[in-house]
């Protein structure tokens, strides 16, 4: 049981790791690693209360699967889930010494996520072992990552330039759907059986919005952020001139 454990903690811990150092070593600049270190902890620690919000509400049922699943992803998951990831990187990251551009909040928000995603992943790995781990390191990891990334950047473009009032919340109503349109599919999926006629149709439909959500989802933080390095770049380097003869 022991050797049991040890082995899903490392399955659940080990791609979050691998995640993170790939996103802190292409940023514009090295990270303050204990900020990060207290960025991961509090997104473990955040992730407690929202998985008590989750067994809690489960004792709960309802007659209509497509009601089942948008309770489930949205109020239960995505909501809470969001809220919390981004108030460990309001509250403690972005006030951390050395925060610079928005690419730090990306770093910040991935780790803040990551640390929360750790958790459930290792209740995963125990229940299904390593095939949980596999699926779950080329999906929920980065679906995980990706709106920790979207929250950090709106955080940390809110704290820069304070003219833009509303990329906060628009930062964060992106992050809630993603995450509730996923893991809306997620539930759907498990409850086609539950769905009659629509049955067929679900089966195809849902894993396929589910890519679509992930892809867009990763794809836009990849361009986001090699858009803030190039400009990152682009600011640090000396302007071209002709020297004066």
Known sequence: MAGRL?????LAVLPVLVLIGWFA???ARRDVP????GTFVLGFLAAFPA???VAVASLTSTSSPWLAAAVGAFALTAIPEEVLKLLVVHVYSVRRPGLRDASDGLVYGITAALGFGTLENALYVIQGGWLAAVLRAVTAVPINAATGAMLGYGVVRARLTPDDRGVLSRCLTAAILVHGTYDFTLIATAL????????GIGRVLFPAVACATLVGAVGWVVRTARRLRRATSLRSSPADSTPDR
Request: aromatic share 0%; proline share 4%.
């Open 192 to 199: 086609t059986p539950r769905m009659g006629t629509a049955a």
């Open 25 to 27: 070593r292409r940023n």
């Open 34 to 37: 204990l900020a990060l270190l």
């Open 51 to 53: 998985i008590a919000l």
């Open 6 to 10: 040890v082995l899903a903690g490392a």
